[in-house]
């Protein structure tokens, strides 16, 4: 399995980006792919996922009606759309795959139920 992550950027507060995944490797039909950020002296954190069939979508408190998961299983993409960025939101973004269907809630996700990452993208918000 291959992720191959996109899209972050240096935005000010208020303003949107959108990440992208390619996916690869894989037939991912009973996957679910998630969306983690880690800041500077922090632990790696949960932050969306989506199961490859595309619902359910779960989501941290912290970026809930700001941020959306989309998956396109056609291209293997997996995408999330941040808007209304705030200062905090400043890390690098890791998209992450799972070899399950999602379950559960937000707060047992995390970093280690995930075997595959791809590389990171550094997103800045500035204040």
């Known amino acids: 399995v291959q992720l191959q992550a996109s899209g972050g950027g240096l935005v000010q507060t208020g303003g949107s980006l959108e990440l992208s995944c390619a996916a690869s490797?894989?037939?991912?039909?009973?996957?679910?792919m998630g969306w983690f950020r880690q800041a500077p002296g922090k632990e790696r954190e949960f932050v969306a996922a989506?199961?490859?069939?595309?619902?359910?979508?779960l989501y941290t408190d912290t970026v809930k009606g700001r941020f959306t998961i989309a998956r396109d299983s056609a291209k293997k993409m997996v995408y999330m759309r941040m808007n209304s960025l705030k200062p905090e939101d400043t890390a690098v973004y890791y998209c992450?795959?799972?070899?399950?269907?999602?379950?559960?809630?937000?707060?047992?996700?995390?970093?280690?139920?995930?075997?595959?990452w791809g590389q990171g993208t550094q997103v800045t918000v500035s204040s």
């Open positions: 989506i199961n490859w069939s595309g619902s359910p979508t």
């Open positions: 992450a795959a799972r070899n399950r269907r999602l379950v559960g809630t937000a707060s047992r996700i995390g970093p280690t139920d995930y075997a595959y």
């Open positions: 490797g894989q037939t991912f039909t009973s996957w679910n």
